[in-house]
């Protein structure tokens, strides 16, 4: 007889095996749950439940959806641009928005870099050869978070190389005297 019952446990399959234990799972968690008197956490904060059966459900519960991206919110300084566009703004994309003067037009620029695949916050090179021309003492510092990551990039129009970042980050950083 305990042979006969071995061997009938032995033939079940793998799908009704895992069924069984999904059940048994579920049962257990509930129970676990709705043994937990709710007064008894009223004055000890959030309720706190056991974790699930690690494994067992996956794939077969919808996945929770991803977090949402951290928005995109910049701080800009500009000082000595010589045209009275110094000060700190605040420029936010998706949706665009702050203190800058055409948020609009900056997030798109910024938008535009970044499709083209280039990082609009990188340095230059350190081995790019750089014309020794000087476009005037404006100086600029962006910091904050952009596509979720961390910016603080300084910008000067100490030489040629320099004059082309901050250039080619017009309208973020405003246009200069100079």
Not at 110 to 129: C, R
Request: hydrophobic content about 40%; charged content about 15%.
């Amino acid at each position: 007889m305990l042979l006969r019952r071995f061997s009938s446990r032995a033939s079940a399959s793998p799908t009704r095996t895992a069924a069984r234990l999904l059940l048994t799972a579920a049962a257990s968690a509930a129970a676990l749950g709705a043994s937990l008197p709710a007064a008894a956490h009223a004055d000890t904060g959030p309720i706190r439940t056991a974790p699930g059966p690690v494994g067992l459900l996956d794939g077969l519960l919808p996945k929770s959806p991803a977090p949402a991206p951290s928005p995109d919110k910049l701080t800009l300084t500009v000082a000595d641009s010589g045209n009275g566009n110094d000060g700190t703004y605040e420029l936010r994309c998706a949706p665009a928005g702050g203190t800058h003067p055409d948020a609009a037009a900056a997030c798109a620029r910024l938008d535009e870099i970044g499709n083209e695949g280039q990082d609009p916050f990188a340095p230059a090179p350190k081995d790019q050869l750089c014309t020794m021309q000087y476009g005037g003492p404006a100086t600029a510092h962006i910091t904050g978070t952009w596509h979720g990551r961390a910016v603080d990039a300084s910008y000067s129009l100490a030489d040629g190389c320099q004059i082309a970042r901050w250039q080619q980050l017009s309208p973020v950083l405003p246009a200069t005297a100079q």
